[in-house]
């Protein structure tokens, strides 16, 4: 097998359903005739001049870091999202919350968010990864477990606001570490598996409320709900512990115990060859440098649009609308998970395509217009009560357009490791501001289910959405053609380019 490999051309273009071979001789573009593309090629991975060290080093990464990092936000998820399943299972009678409470409850873990983000970023060019992380993590476990001892609903708007806080700093640290370890032709794919633990959160809040509501309800004096709250802590303490030890932190400081000297060196040398830059000193100067490119401020708007184009994570419209019909608790949390489903499958599948023709916004579209629809559909309301569960099961196709976004940031600013990190915290902190007071408006508790006019924004921001997408594509575009920054200098990161396949670890 290694004599045949020797014989593939040094790099071999590929643009969608073409194949480019450029070789010095007749010899090798009849040896790279004879190199059959495996089936998996088109699902995982596949490049055929990677060697066998390099291929055991992405499978440690792949069962180490993506796990943990997967594992992680799973119960971020599943301590974000049990507030809504706590809601209607018994919470809203229980603290009297008969107004916008929910609402404010939701604003409130939002502040939280939107302060902690980008001084947490900065923290990350400091401090450890495998120290910072985890101690946030633990932070927010024991937060969840005094949710259970709520009295009133400023209890739980005065915790969420905490749990927010520390939860903020995960899902652009998760993103940061990931752009540091893997290529443009791997980064999508994992992005997308950690994000689609988002929905098998939501999915496992669902089936633990149904659970505990049916066995634990009245047990010891505390409510289903409640249980819900200490249940999540449970399962979340042994997570937060395990990250202490196996987070990698980056490649130039990498500590990992299943990590030895070669993979280490390998590490930095694959994302050198590629442009992304290691950490630097965090001086006024990347701040300058940072501010004066369109990467900030047109990011930063793709992501606003995209955290508020649907209603708060307390507000779960087909759970609320399921409860007007007067469904039961158990099916309450139930059948909303089916949508969550959707979700996880989509978001894995677009991002193997999304690697494989390295067209970012040609998939993050598809993502759009899938949530469009459903919006539509639902802004028009009177419609056929099959229709309406379509799209409420539809919803969620619109969230792997977020992952996939983080993703193509991580390519656009890979040549600069403080930006990189900087670009992506404001992107996610100025998403969450908006989402601080925009639902607040959109999708009012007091407008359930029908939610006429956040349907009818949500309809409207998918359309901005496929704008600010096309405009950032064309930028990225333009500064390729130029010789400008942001990873055009290396061939097959960004969007609209071919997949770069090499021989050698000198291309991604």
Not at 44 to 60: C, N, T, V
Not at 272 to 289: D, H, N, W
Not at 421 to 431: E, K, L, Q
Not at 439 to 445: A, I, S
């Amino acid at each position: 097998m290694s004599e045949r490999l020797s014989t593939i051309p040094k790099e071999v273009v590929v643009n969608e359903s073409s194949l480019d071979v450029s070789a010095s001789s007749h010899d090798d573009v009849e040896s790279a005739k004879k190199l059959k593309v495996p089936w998996w090629s088109y699902i995982w991975d596949y490049e055929p001049g990677r060697s066998h060290e390099e291929r055991a080093f992405i499978q440690k990464l792949d069962v180490f870091l993506v796990s943990m990092l997967s594992f992680g936000y799973f119960i971020k998820n599943l301590d974000q999202t049990n507030i809504s399943n706590a809601f209607v299972s018994g919470m809203k009678e229980d603290l009297r919350m008969n107004g916008n409470e929910i609402n404010l409850v939701d604003t409130a873990w939002t502040v939280g968010y939107v302060v902690g983000q980008i001084p947490s970023q900065i923290v990350l060019t400091k401090v450890r990864p495998s120290v910072w992380v985890p101690s946030c993590e633990l932070l927010w476990t024991l937060l969840t477990f005094c949710l259970a001892a709520a009295k009133t609903s400023d209890h739980v708007i005065a915790i969420r606001f905490f749990v927010g806080l520390t939860e903020s700093i995960f899902y652009p640290a998760a993103h940061t570490i990931l752009g540091s370890w893997y290529k443009p032709s791997e980064l999508g794919k994992r992005a997308c598996i950690f994000h689609a633990s988002s929905a098998a959160a939501s999915m496992f809040s669902g089936y633990l409320q149904a659970g505990v509501y049916r066995g634990l309800n009245g047990v010891n004096g505390f409510a289903g709900w409640q249980w819900l709250f200490i249940m999540d802590g449970i399962i979340s303490l042994p997570i937060c512990v395990a990250g202490f030890f196996i987070l990698p932190d980056l490649p130039e400081n990498t500590r990992a115990f299943y990590l030895n000297e070669s993979d280490r060196a390998m590490a930095r040398d694959r994302m050198e060859k590629v442009g992304r830059a290691p950490r630097a000193r965090l001086g006024r100067s990347a701040f300058k440098r940072i501010f004066g490119r369109w990467h900030v401020y047109l990011l930063s708007i793709l992501y606003i649009i995209f955290i508020n184009v649907g209603p708060s994570g307390s507000i779960n419209p087909m759970a609320l609308w399921l409860k007007a019909k007067g469904e039961s608790v158990e099916r309450i949390n139930l059948i909303p998970t089916a949508a969550s489903a959707i979700q996880l499958v989509l978001t894995v599948s677009f991002a193997i395509v999304s690697d494989a023709i390295r067209r970012r916004a040609s998939i993050m579209s598809i993502s759009t217009f899938l949530g469009g629809f459903a919006a539509l559909l639902l802004a028009i309301w009177n419609i056929p009560d099959g229709l309406k569960w379509f799209a409420f099961l539809l919803q969620r196709a619109s969230v792997p357009y977020g992952p996939l976004s983080m993703s193509w940031a991580n390519e656009i600013c890979g040549a600069d490791a403080e930006e990189r990190a900087i670009v992506i915290g404001i992107m996610n902190s100025m998403g969450y501001a908006f989402n601080a007071w925009v639902p607040l408006l959109t999708y009012p508790q007091v407008d359930s289910p029908t939610f006429k006019k956040g349907f009818i924004f949500s309809t409207a921001a998918f359309g901005a959405q496929a704008v600010i997408t096309a405009t950032v594509a064309y930028m990225h575009k333009r500064d390729k053609k130029r010789g400008g920054r942001g990873g055009e200098h290396v061939p097959g990161i960004g969007d609209e380019e071919g997949v770069i396949v090499s021989s050698s670890l000198d291309r991604p």
